[in-house]
């Protein structure tokens, strides 16, 4: 793993060994192991490297071939690359080295762009062709790994870190008004968006081809739920076994040692189990939590450690988070609100005085059907069956009449719910209950809403509902996620927190051939007797306890509530009321006065609200008004703003 950059240019500017340098080097821990950089006529590019593979010098990047006319700059791990590596070597290219880096330059030599669709792992990948004077960025099916670029009057900035960009643009770039908003309703910023305006993303599964003649986008993966196999229950539940298994071992190859992020559920479970069945060596487990808080997660990955006799590490945490929350902001380097990033961060610091590289058990949501909001379809359409349709628009209205609370546990409240969800299905039943959505209007100062009108910050939701129209509304569910909440929370979260603390982390259910797969099985299976996962959980029951995989889905339980009404409440108050963010003036601070009275009051629960706010102002102060630095005590940014 690690972090790359670069400026291609094309003559038009003149760079300098010091700002290709200052580049790179803002991403240390991304690549804390060696450092490496060129200037050519045309570009400048620049790497910081953890080793993983090939631990020699001779692996060391940037990396060029024989005659010198192909570069590259590579982020992450081709999981395939000791195949295409013979395949090459049948093919008469020579090796100076054991890495997947030097894979890729043979290989686009050989296939050109068709690299892309060959490999298979996680990567952001820069490469440089002189001959054909063309710089191409891709990135990986699920956009593990990040890449950012800015184009400034035909010189295009990269890097794997949005500030590496920021740091040597001509100009401070503006703050997007439709990233904000999108911010404050995702709780992260898509990936159609960043938060400065002029920068922009490449997509998951999709590389560009910048030249003098522009810029050409190609899309060579999406999630296609299109086509279904028809086999047998027992069939499909052997391919998903054997695709698994294939997954977890082709993320073991190291130079370095493996542990996983053992946080109790089904999957980081079932990943554990299966390493543990396939390794020959004592393997290391890590699982956190905070005093005085729930205790089943703990539990549950003691028990898993103890069942396959893992080298178990528990970090139990108090509830104060001011020591690493800064540098957390600075890690992230966008706004980001979700807030089981910190016990990420925290477990992946504890893991690195041990490891190198943390497999995890994210995707198994994604692929397999694991979230509630999966299922919800399912039973609205059990519900109409019940209920016709035609009786939906009184049974409604009857109910509101009635205030029955859509969102309680109660029979009427299912019903309503289920009421609204069918008629807003997909547009209006789909979106982040831990941000703003039922409160924009209310949020924002009038004057800053009025120059979104038009923008609708649900949008990354309905653009990928509107590709898959016709399918199942299971599936529908299911690609729209894989397209948007795992690319730019659950992806972003495990990239920066671990990468923060130089550590690879490895996601077995992300590997291609086994999504491919589980995409073709029908939702009807996938959602058996109702239960979420249900095919994942027939195959843990192989290698785990029944009574660790049919439990309520939890997740790292995080106290924000007790962060913001107690170890941070001074400092959350002033913060988030500054008098910068005051002078912005984006938004109505009467209405933020209200909801952080109600939360104290307990009138209502707006905590995932409010520390976005908190997060948001955070980051304004280091990256927009540049008043308070990474390592500052949070306290002292108590002081400055007083």
Request: hydrophobic residues 40%; charged residues 25%; neutral net charge.
């Amino acid at each position: 793993m690690c972090g790359i950059c670069g400026i291609y240019h094309q003559g038009k500017i003149e760079v300098s060994p010091a700002q290709i340098c200052r580049m790179r080097d803002l991403m240390i821990e991304r690549g804390p192991d060696s450092a490496g950089y060129e200037l050519l006529p045309e570009i400048a590019l620049g790497h910081r490297r953890l080793k993983i593979i090939d631990l020699s010098d001779k692996a060391n990047q940037p990396m060029t071939n024989s005659d010198r006319s192909i570069w590259t700059v590579f982020n992450g791990e081709i999981y395939n690359y000791r195949e295409l590596r013979q395949e090459l070597l049948a093919g008469g290219y020579h090796f100076n080295s054991n890495s997947d880096t030097e894979v890729l330059l043979h290989g686009y030599a050989e296939w050109g762009t068709e690299l892309f669709r060959k490999i298979t792992g996680m990567f952001a990948i820069a490469i440089y062709d002189s001959r054909k004077q063309q710089l191409i960025l891709g990135r990986d099916r699920v956009g593990k790994k990040p890449l950012y670029y800015a184009d400034k009057s035909g010189v295009i900035y990269f890097a794997s870190d949005i500030k590496v960009i920021t740091s040597v643009l001509p100009s401070q770039p503006m703050v997007s008004l439709p990233a904000l908003d999108c911010y404050l309703h995702h709780i992260a910023v898509p990936d159609q968006h960043t938060i400065f305006e002029g920068i922009r993303k490449i997509s998951p599964g999709s590389f560009h081809i910048f030249s003098e003649n522009g810029q050409v986008a190609t899309t060579y993966w999406e999630w296609d739920y299109s086509h279904k196999v028809v086999n047998d229950e027992a069939t499909i539940l052997q391919t998903c076994e054997e695709l698994l298994i294939q997954a977890v071992m082709r993320r073991t190859i190291s130079d370095v040692p493996i542990g996983t992020m053992l946080s109790g559920g089904v999957d980081s479970s079932l990943i554990t189990a299966i390493l543990c069945r396939n390794a020959t060596r004592r393997i290391k487990t890590f699982t956190m939590g905070f005093k005085n808080y729930p205790m089943e997660d703990i539990l549950a990955a003691r028990e898993v450690a103890k069942l396959y006799d893992t080298d178990h590490t528990e970090l139990i945490l108090d509830h104060n988070v001011t020591e690493n929350l800064l540098e957390l902001v600075w890690q992230f380097g966008e706004p980001f609100a979700d807030s089981s990033a910190i016990p990420t961060y925290l477990i992946s610091k504890a893991a690195r005085q041990y490891i190198t590289v943390m497999l995890t058990g994210d995707g198994g949501d994604e692929a397999f059907g694991g979230y509630g909001r999966t299922i919800v379809p399912r039973n609205a359409q059990i519900f109409s069956r019940i209920i016709p349709p035609f009786l939906h628009p009184l049974i409604g209205n009857i109910l509101g009449g009635l205030a029955i609370n859509p969102e309680s546990d109660s029979v009427l409240g299912k019903a309503l719910y289920y009421i609204d969800y069918l008629k807003g299905f997909p547009y209006e039943s789909f979106y982040n209950t831990m941000g703003f959505h039922k409160y924009r209007t209310s949020l924002w100062n009038p004057e800053y809403l009025s120059r979104i009108t038009d923008h609708n910050p649900l949008h990354p939701f309905h653009e990928n509902f509107n590709k898959v129209k016709g399918l199942n509304p299971i599936d529908q569910v299911l690609f729209t996620d894989g397209m948007t909440r795992l690319v730019y929370d659950y992806l972003v979260k495990i990239d920066r927190a671990t990468m923060a603390n130089s550590i690879e982390c490895r996601s077995p259910f992300l590997d291609t051939a086994l999504l491919d797969y589980v995409a073709k099985i029908s939702p009807k299976l996938k959602f058996k007797n109702h239960q979420t996962k249900y095919l994942l959980k027939k195959i843990a029951e192989k290698y785990l306890p029944k009574k660790l995989l049919y439990t309520e889905k939890r997740g790292f339980g995080v106290p924000v509530d007790r962060w913001i009404q107690n170890d941070l409440s001074g400092i959350f108050e002033t913060v988030v009321f500054n008098r910068y963010a005051r002078q912005r003036n984006y938004f109505n601070y009467d209405f933020i006065h209200k909801i952080w009275s109600d939360q104290r009051t307990s009138v209502k629960d707006h905590k995932h609200r409010l520390w976005s706010l908190f997060w948001l102002e955070l980051w304004q102060l280091m990256f927009v008004d540049k008043i308070i630095t990474r390592d500052m005590p949070l306290r002292e940014v108590e002081r400055i703003l007083k």
